[in-house]
């Protein structure tokens, strides 16, 4: 087995119903796209590639993948980044070659969505270990119910590849192929809530501020673990 797990983050729409690319979007000191970012690299993704389309997101120490047909949908954003995994010279470095990411020796991919920034990194970590478990499709799921990010081992990209269509990005393959999926519960590292709307960044703001609000009011937290001061 390939241990070497990519992550890719899609951050190529246009944000219609927002008004604008969401991958620009900041919130809490960062833009949506390095939130994405961010989260991958915590978990133990590497490398990790950003699939672009609307608008232009250089982020350092990622790859960037242009996506053509991102009018089309997430599907075509997904087929893209597969596609740049399988043909390295597909993709365009922001601070490192094609080269530098081994392409070659990728074994699965973590796929996450740019407008979802509650998502824990320790969900895509959990993914991770799953897969080196000997799963070849993960999902998170909240609740039991399965959402994003989703792991996608590399044996079974053609038929990702093939099925990817419109905004369902890996959708019909997981559910055509529900016998491999492995779901799993993520409810406690973080919230799979869409940024759709101006609405809905003002929500998950006031989210995130009353975390760091709670975080700031306990007395361990603000003190941190014991040995900490040294």
């Keep these: 087995m390939r241990t070497t797990v990519a992550g890719v983050l899609l951050a190529a729409g246009e944000g219609s119903r927002f008004g604008g690319p969401k991958a620009l979007v900041e919130l809490d000191g960062q833009t949506l796209a390095e939130r994405g970012v961010g989260l991958l690299r915590a978990g133990g ?19 960037t993948v242009y996506n053509p047909e991102w009018r089309t949908g997430m599907g075509s954003s997904l087929r893209a ?6 043909s390295p010279e ?17 074994g699965a991919v973590v796929v996450a969505l740019a407008d979802q920034p509650l998502v824990g990194p320790e969900s895509v970590a959990r993914l991770i270990a799953a897969y080196r478990a000997g799963a070849s499709v993960a999902v998170a799921a909240y609740d039991g119910q399965p959402r994003n990010p989703v792991l996608l081992a590399r044996e079974h990209w053609p038929e990702v590849i093939a099925t990817a269509t419109g905004d369902t990005g890996a959708r019909a393959f997981l559910r055509a192929r529900a016998d491999l999926v ?10 799979p809530d869409d940024i759709d ?34």
């Design 45 to 63: 993704a590497d490398p990790i590639l950003v699939v672009t389309g609307a608008t232009e997101v250089q982020i350092p120490g990622t790859h």
């Design 81 to 86: 980044a597969l596609n740049a995994l399988t």
């Design 197 to 230: 709307t101006p609405a809905d960044l003002a929500r998950i703001t006031d989210t995130l501020t009353d975390r760091l609000s709670r975080r700031a009011c306990s007395p361990t937290l603000a003190r941190g673990p014991p040995g900490s001061d040294h």
């Design 182 to 191: 492995s779901l799993i519960e993520c409810g406690d590292t973080g919230r």
């Design 90 to 106: 597909d993709a365009s470095p922001e601070d490192a070659s094609p080269e530098d990411a081994g392409p070659e020796e990728v």
